[in-house]
């Protein structure tokens, strides 16, 4: 009996470890992510159509040929079947041709460029990948936050995403999609929360020793407990000016949540601009971001 008990135990308890685990892209919270779970499924399941009779005619042939099988036929100087060659072939040319199809239909729809149809208008949020946090500015409210972003519930979510760091990837499993973030340029990412929660948000490309820790926190509300936390951000005693931000982008780990009331006017711009202009001085801002 503990020869029985131990045997099932070594099965019971990682399934008890992965009971508390999440789904991520498979639990989606968000339009765009229930629709990429969708295609992970579908392609899964398509593929597994040539996977799974692999698997069950492997023990079937071992079975019916083995050696102490009297029963079975014995051709050595068999070569080839046109009825086994068609099905060989066939069946896996109709799935790729299938996924094909699927493919190219949803990297149409699912672009990250492409802005989500909805009657509401969407909110921008500016992302700047920095070591080792990330920074999210409202300019339609005129503040920022860092490893933090808050959203309300069905609002589009329009990201544009650049970085003042090494290249990285900006990623929200439970809501879909991730792209990445490079100096110079800018990125985009069309999301929607459809129900309310409080979500994983993380860098999916390696970009040094605090790389583990750069997450942050997507909170999806209701639309006044939205604009109610945009009134309390405004409260904030912090100002993204251009000494704040140049401190901001030193590197440092296991960076807390901030909230700033201000943020410096076309900052998100002023990012990308200084590696296409290095050293340019805007003479209207008198603004210059510092370099290393």
Not at 92 to 112: E, G, K, N, V, Y
Not at 210 to 220: I, K, Q, Y
Not at 253 to 271: C, D, G, K, T, W
């Amino acid at each position: 009996m503990m020869k029985i008990a131990k045997k099932y135990l070594t099965w019971i308890i990682p399934l008890l470890f992965l009971a508390g685990c999440s789904l991520g892209v498979l639990d989606s919270k968000g339009q765009v992510g229930k629709e990429e779970g969708a295609l992970i499924i579908t392609a899964t399941l398509l593929m597994l159509i040539v996977v799974i009779p692999a698997i069950v005619m492997t023990f079937v042939f071992a079975w019916k040929y083995r050696e102490n099988n009297e029963k079975s036929t014995y051709a050595p100087d068999w070569a080839h079947s046109v009825k086994i060659e068609s099905f060989v072939w066939g069946v896996p040319f109709l799935i790729i041709l299938i996924l094909a199809i699927i493919t190219w239909r949803s990297t149409h729809q699912l672009d990250p460029y492409k802005p989500l149809d909805s009657d509401v208008e969407p909110i921008v949020i500016e992302v700047v990948a920095l070591d080792w946090k990330w920074l999210f500015i409202y300019p339609k409210y005129g503040i920022a936050t860092v490893n933090h972003i808050e959203m309300p519930i069905n609002v589009p979510i329009a990201f544009k995403i650049t970085s003042d760091a090494p290249m990285n990837s900006f990623f929200i499993p439970r809501l879909g999609g991730q792209i990445y973030a490079m100096s110079g340029m800018q990125t985009q990412l069309h999301l929607i929360a459809n129900e309310k929660g409080t979500f994983r948000g993380l860098s999916a490309n390696i970009s040094g020793q605090g790389f583990s820790d750069m997450t942050f926190t997507a909170t999806a509300t209701s639309d006044k407990d939205f604009k109610d936390w945009v009134n309390s951000v405004r409260q904030s005693q912090l100002r993204l000016d251009k000494v704040q931000y140049n401190k901001l982008s030193n590197k440092s780990e296991n960076h807390p949540i901030q909230y700033f009331s201000y943020v410096e006017p076309r900052l998100f711009e002023a990012v990308i601009e200084k590696y296409m202009m290095p050293g340019k001085q805007d003479a209207d801002r008198k603004f210059i971001i510092r370099q290393d």
